[in-house]
């Protein structure tokens, strides 16, 4: 169907006519509400207040939505909502990795809130239209896409029945479709998710921007805890955004001159040393594979192993040799990490689009892992291809890669079989019966739906349906909190199993990503030294998804001088450039204390919006064993020399003699305590009472101590 | 390709080129606002400006950066969104900003600053 064909099929619900407001250093000090149920559109103001405690991007996302919610509302109820914020430093172009959204949303994974970032131009050029952040509630009758178009002040919600669901064509349909003329395109993003997500509950929201080189539309995800089944859920297709005429100092910052000297001495820096660090802009973040092959933290056959004989296959050498690779390769303009790494011309051998020639954004170390070698899959095509489904179905790569590689465990177990999985043969390895499952999940057909509940509901459906060991699902169930793992096997790091078991949205690496400065770099040595990290690392990431900043260009690319401070794992030089650029876009005046201070009221509020749900308390930062030590006789024995190495050092045990089931029973014991006693460590070191809940005085200290907020946790004091 | 040929020994750093530069481009005297640099050190003098390389043309994400009929590579203000990835990646250290302005700027070859030079030091080629 043509453009034009799409554009006449559209049916206008709502519009809403409005004057832009201008950035004045870093906020419009608006936001903009979207109602489906009732096709209301109106401005709301931000608050001063809002700015003060909350700051932007993530923190606007749960304010909003805390207010928006009761403790009784689902994911799925019309009162959830969808909030998109892209923060006050975002938007700059003069420093890399400055172009993030954060999302905010009531996960079906975790039944909790949840938030994930995402890079694409969206955010930026929300603001640039006189957004701080949307609010989409309420779920529409038919499948509506939301235009909001920044150069004309008009907001219109719009019935859009024939375009396609999935996002690589939905994406190329919507840019065409609102753009003048070819120039027009980088001026849009679209938020989309696909087929997947309208079948399963890992769905993912994709974010665009145009590629004026190749000449088509990249996709990049806010891919954790299911927001794109919410947005299909609320029937929305598509939120598009349009704004022209970028320019550098559109944030209106108190500073410009110092966001630039800041951003060049990036830039320089990046030019100098990447070559010869982690080469993002030649390998994007690929060269993660090696190394964390290399140091067995790879996953490998569902967290079992740390590494395998084919892990070289996958490695970085060999995706660069695919990569379509330019030199302006950043999500947002002015990241000359450039790790948007793409793929051109990839000819697709299964599913609805076979046969047609693509282009794959990726693959990213997360999609490797997860959906390769956790299901002991080492093919590059194969994961190409994966990963490009995962993207257009709007399904996440680590929820897809991890639930699969749990669903192989348990077909080579017996705990479920071929009759169960309607033929498919799902054993380690199965790469083809992996993608029919994928394309199930986009169909919402045969054991693909199942599937597509994701590993929490899975172990509950195994055990109620086909009799399985509940203590062993829950042993080998990659998932916490019903978020499934990131792709890092923490067994031999206490920082990285907290660091996931703690972390407010379940484990994923965003909050606390430490196992490369504990298991690579060595950087945290002590039980001190890991509790003090699991303060303030997560505390310190936080605050990037307040101000819409990138992780990426804090630790992917390091100063030289960086080795001889007091804490190299801190690279304290990359975070003032942090609070330089936040004092120059805001003008305000805060240090690096002041930033780590505005962390932890949000990340408190966010603690107490778990424990608002039902959620909050020690019980839900359990983690599965497997994240912990060996589960199996097999996995155990793989490791035999390490095991009982530390069953001698640690515990004073002589290993000779003991059967390796003991011996696994032993380790345990230990293991298990040690995550105790870190987890006393760290609620201690955040304020938090045993049972995990912030103490009143901690509200009070960050000023959290809002009157339902203090209610709440004086019930549990 | 037209591009500013430089001869170091000659340089007596007077600084000639730069205020006509910026005079004529900013309307400033002003040699921070020069698209030619001047370093000079014991070890001898420094002329840096625009080799018309090339390298920053693809490195731009906006494609703001072009090549002309003449071969002098060009910055188009008006869609350059002032990520200044350029300046950092220049091999010359050769892309200038200010933090008055929003985008970088460069020599453009226009040879106004030869004619200043009064010792020879700088000539246009091509």
């Known amino acids: ?164 669901v999935d996002s690589h064509l939905l994406a190329e349909q919507l840019t065409e479709l609102y753009a003048d003329c070819e120039e027009d395109k980088r001026n849009i993003s679209v938020v989309s998710a696909g087929t997947a997500a309208d079948n399963t509950m890992l769905g993912m929201l994709n974010f665009s921007f145009y590629d004026p080189r190749r000449k088509t539309v990249r996709l990049k995800q806010a891919g954790r805890g299911g927001i794109g089944t919410v947005l299909r859920d609320k029937k929305i297709k598509g939120i598009v955004v349009k704004f022209k005429g970028l320019k550098g100092n559109l944030n209106n910052p108190a500073d410009f001159a110092k966001i630039v000297n800041t951003g060049v001495k990036l830039h320089k820096e990046i030019n100098r040393l990447d070559d010869y660090q982690n080469r993002m802009r030649h390998n994007g973040t690929t060269f993660l594979a090696g190394i964390m092959n290399d140091y067995d933290l790879l996953p490998t056959c569902n967290f079992k192993f740390g590494s395998h004989p084919e892990g070289e296959k996958i490695a970085a050498p060999n995706w660069v040799k695919m990569f379509d690779a330019g030199k302006a390769d950043g999500c947002w303009y002015g990241c000359t990490l450039a790790c948007s790494k793409v793929v051109c011309g990839f000819e697709l051998k299964t599913g609805p689009y076979k046969g047609q020639k693509v282009v794959v954004d990726g693959p990213e170390y997360e999609t490797i892992a997860g959906v390769g070698s956790n299901c002991g899959i080492f093919d590059r095509d194969y994961i190409l291809e994966c990963n490009f489904y995962c993207d257009t179905y709007g399904i996440d ?77 829950n042993d080998i169930g990659m998932e916490a909190k019903g978020l499934e793992y990131a792709e890092y096997v923490s067994k031999e790091s206490l920082v990285q199993q907290a660091g996931f078991g703690l972390a407010n949205k379940g484990p994923q690496h965003d909050e606390a990503w430490l196992i490369f400065m504990d298991m690579v770099n060595n950087q945290l040595p ?192 | 390709m037209k591009k500013l040929v430089k001869n170091e020994k000659l340089c007596t750093a007077c600084g000639a080129c730069q205020r006509i530069c910026s005079q004529t481009y900013f309307k400033e005297d002003n040699k921070e606002k020069s698209a030619i640099g001047i370093k000079a050190e014991d070890s001898g003098t420094t002329i840096i400006a625009c080799s018309q390389c090339g390298e920053c043309i693809d490195l731009c994400p906006a494609e703001a950066i072009y090549r002309d009929q003449k071969g002098v590579v060009r910055i188009k203000n008006s869609i350059c969104v002032g990520c200044f990835s350029c300046v950092g990646f220049c091999p010359e250290g050769a892309m200038f900003y200010h933090g008055d302005y929003t985008e970088p700027f460069k020599c453009t070859a226009c040879g106004l600053c030869v004619k200043e030079c009064p010792s020879g030091a700088i000539t246009i080629q091509g």
């Open chain 1, 397 to 473: 790569t680590i929820s897809f890669g991890t639930t699969t590689a749990f669903i192989m465990e348990c077909y080579e177990n017996g705990i479920i079989n071929k009759e169960i999985t309607g033929g498919l043969e799902l054993n380690f390895g199965s790469k083809e019966a992996a993608m029919e499952l994928l394309h199930q999940m986009a169909r919402g057909e045969g054991f693909g739906k199942i599937a597509g509940l994701g590993i929490k509901r899975l172990k509950e459906i195994f055990v109620r349906e086909y009799g399985a060991d509940a203590g062993f699902l």
């Open chain 1, 526 to 717: 002590t039980f001190e030294d890991k509790a003090e990290a699991l303060h303030y690392f997560p505390m310190f990431r936080t605050w990037l998804g307040l101000v819409g900043l990138c992780k990426l260009p804090w630790n992917d690319i390091v100063p030289e001088s960086n080795k001889d401070t007091e804490e190299p794992a801190k690279i304290i030089e990359h975070v003032q450039n942090y609070v330089d650029l936040f004092n120059a876009v805001t003008g305000q005046n805060i240090d690096i204390d002041g930033m780590i201070r505005q962390s932890e009221g949000v990340y408190q509020f966010q603690r107490v919006f778990n424990l608002r749900m039902g959620f909050g308390t020690r019980e839900y930062d359990k983690v599965p064993y497997r994240s912990m030590g060996p589960v199996t006789v097999e996995e155990y024995q793989s490791r035999q020399e390490r095991y009982d190495g530390q069953l001698k050092e640690l515990l004073g045990i002589d290993p000779e003699g003991k059967s390796t089931e003991e011996k696994i029973k032993l380790l345990r014991k230990y293991r298990e305590e040690q995550y105790e006693k870190i987890t006393d460590a760290v609620y201690e070191r955040r304020g938090w009472t045993k049972n995990g809940v912030p103490k009143l005085e901690t509200l009070q200290k960050f000023g959290m101590d809002f009157p339902e907020l203090v209610e709440l946790v004086k019930q549990h004091q």
């Open chain 1, 1 to 164: 169907m043509t453009v034009s064909k799409l554009k006449e099929s559209h049916k206008l619900l709502a519009e809403y006519k409005y004057v832009p407001a201008k950035v004045d250093k870093g906020y419009t000090n608006k936001s903009l509400y979207v109602n489906l149920s009732g096709n209301k559109i109106k401005a709301k103001e931000v608050t001063a207040m809002m700015k003060e405690k909350f700051i932007g991007g993530r923190g606007f996302g749960l304010w909003y939505l805390w207010n928006a919610v009761t403790p009784q509302t689902k994911w799925n109820d019309p009162e959830n909502e969808i909030i998109i914020s892209p923060g006050p430093v975002a938007g700059i172009t003069q420093y890399p990795g400055a172009g993030k959204s954060l999302v905010v949303t009531l996960s079906p994974n975790t039944q909790t809130v949840v938030d994930s970032n995402v890079g694409g131009y969206f955010g930026p050029l929300l603001k640039f239209s006189g957004w701080d952040a949307l609010e989409v509630q309420g779920k529409a009758e038919n499948d509506v896409v939301i235009f909001i178009d920044g150069s004309e002040g008009v907001v219109r919600v719009e019935e859009a029945p024939e375009e396609a």
